[in-house]
């Protein structure tokens, strides 16, 4: 294939795939397409950095209201704003992120329905009193319902 920019024949691995064009991958080069990138954000860097907080804005705007559709997995509280997600078993060692600061990386939708999937739904009081329990039997042994109901 041939680069649009530079006229290198190169391989179709120099080319970022593209299924809205007829061969399925840019015209450019992935590093002409960085370069002229670069330069388009240097051009239009105000209007870019716009862009990019209207975005992140939207997002935080929508997982707000999704969080109005959860309730607490435990008690049923449905107050969104006290609304934590707790990483089931089994996520905690990919627990590489919290939620309540995904979403102001400007992160696809799907992607955060992706990771609340991987939690369970909790209101802060149960999730505090869940922590507080685990410590608890880890300590003392197996006493409370309540870790069982949520792991």
């Not at 920019?5 to 002409?32: A, I, T, Y």
């Not at 105000?46 to 109005?68: L, P």
């Not at 997995?73 to 707790?86: A, I, K, P, Q, S």
Request: aromatic share 12%; proline share 1%; hydrophobic share 25%.
């Amino acid at each position: 294939m041939i680069c649009w920019d530079c006229k290198r024949d190169l391989s179709s691995e120099n080319f970022s795939k593209n299924p809205s064009r007829k061969m399925g991958v840019n015209s450019r080069c992935k590093e002409c397409q960085r370069k002229y990138f670069k330069e388009y954000y240097k051009k239009n860097k105000k209007k870019q950095i716009k862009r990019v907080q209207k975005r992140k804005k939207q997002i935080v705007e929508w997982f707000r209201e999704y969080k109005k559709t959860l309730f607490c997995e435990n008690c049923g509280d449905t107050r969104w704003y006290v609304l934590d997600f707790h990483h089931k078993n089994g996520t905690k060692k990919n627990k590489d992120y919290l939620l309540s600061k995904l979403m102001y990386l400007g992160l696809s939708k799907e992607t955060l329905i992706k990771k609340t999937q991987e939690c369970k739904v909790l209101c802060s009081n149960c999730h505090r009193e869940f922590h507080y329990l685990q410590r608890d039997v880890a300590e003392s042994g197996p006493s409370a319902c309540l870790i069982s109901k949520i792991t």
